[in-house]
């Protein structure tokens, strides 16, 4: 079963949930079921696509049911309110959710390519440089990893989000008001970004090429991860050996992923053969992943985006911290 959710939508079956149940009361879903949340941009989409889930649980009984969301922050919501169990996103919705004091732990993390983010404009347009940007309407999605894309592309202008004028848009949101000329430029992640590529009227004002490699994180429900250790720990690996068989058979996947998202073929393979990408680079939490979400999250905090300093490892889940 697939559904693709919102914010707003996640938010209100957030609330409904709450208003079902008192505090402390909420569980997390039967082992006997996973609801997965992804994102075209991420691998759960191949996972998603072969089956490989329902084929690793088949034996144990579990039903997966899969929802699609246009960003992380409405996904990591939804798993917070005990909407989802699993999912995949970028490196700062997980910052965002922790903030919230949301109810789930980083259980996995893998690599993206350095050219995965990019800030557009207009073809026409007459900015030609970041220090362009000054004075300008700039679409990113608030808490996502566009979001520090921008300020770390700013940076590099010696601007700040100050500079700008910031305007909180999703994907489809955006691409509508980008069309309309309603704002200036727009910062957007893969597979968004491919698409955008291959639109006449865009041109690519930066890519993140020249900024340090990120990661992306698997997050699973709290109260989920701690019944269910053992079935975590599949998925990631399970994830894991799809990654490495996937990136060992690049046209197998492009047509998989591009069947499973509803992008073209050619969308998906300039976002999968972009420098440096590479599916199988993917496991369990190690100590750089929590280095550099500890550093994503001190960056929001010092910026005073996110309203309390976050400890990262506080909140990692490992197949040692389960046993």
Do not use: C
Request: glycine share 10%; aromatic share 8%.
């Amino acid at each position: 079963m697939t559904t693709t959710i919102s914010r707003r939508h996640a938010l209100a079956l957030g609330l409904g949930m709450a208003a079902l149940a008192a505090p402390g009361i909420l569980r997390a879903a039967p082992a006997k079921a996973l609801r997965v949340g992804w994102q075209k941009g991420g691998l759960l989409g191949l996972v998603k696509g072969s089956g490989a889930f329902e084929q690793a649980l088949a034996d144990k009984g579990i039903r997966v049911s899969w929802s699609e969301f246009t960003s992380g922050p409405p996904l990591l919501e939804a798993l917070s309110a005990n909407a989802l169990d699993f999912g995949y996103t970028g490196n700062v919705p997980p910052i965002f959710a922790h903030a919230a004091r949301g109810n789930l732990v980083f259980v996995g993390a893998g690599q993206g390519s350095r050219e995965g983010h990019a800030i557009l404009v207009p073809k026409d347009s007459p900015i030609q440089t970041i220090a362009d940007l000054k004075g300008q309407t700039v679409a990113f999605k608030r808490g996502s990893s566009a979001h520090y894309a921008t300020i770390k592309l700013l940076r590099t202008a010696g601007l700040t989000l100050d500079d700008i004028k910031p305007q909180d848009l999703a994907p489809p949101d955006a691409i509508a008001a980008f069309d309309a000329g309603a704002i200036g430029a727009w910062t957007i992640w893969d597979p968004y970004f491919a698409a955008a590529q291959e639109r006449p009227n865009t041109r690519v004002l930066s890519t993140t090429e020249q900024l340090e490699p990120e990661f992306n994180f698997y997050s699973a429900n709290g109260n989920y991860a701690k019944d269910n250790p053992e079935l975590i720990a599949t998925l990631v690996d399970t994830v894991k050996a799809v990654g490495q068989q996937g990136q060992a058979d690049l046209p197998t996947t492009i047509a998989t992923l591009s069947k499973a998202t509803g992008l073209p073929e050619s969308v998906m393979q300039r976002f999968l053969t972009r420098k440096g990408s590479d599916l199988g680079l993917v496991g369990f939490i190690e100590p750089k992943h929590i280095a550099y979400e500890q550093g994503v999250a001190d960056e929001f905090f010092k910026l005073k985006i996110i309203p309390r300093q976050l400890d990262i490892a506080s909140v990692v889940w490992t197949p040692q911290t389960a046993s």
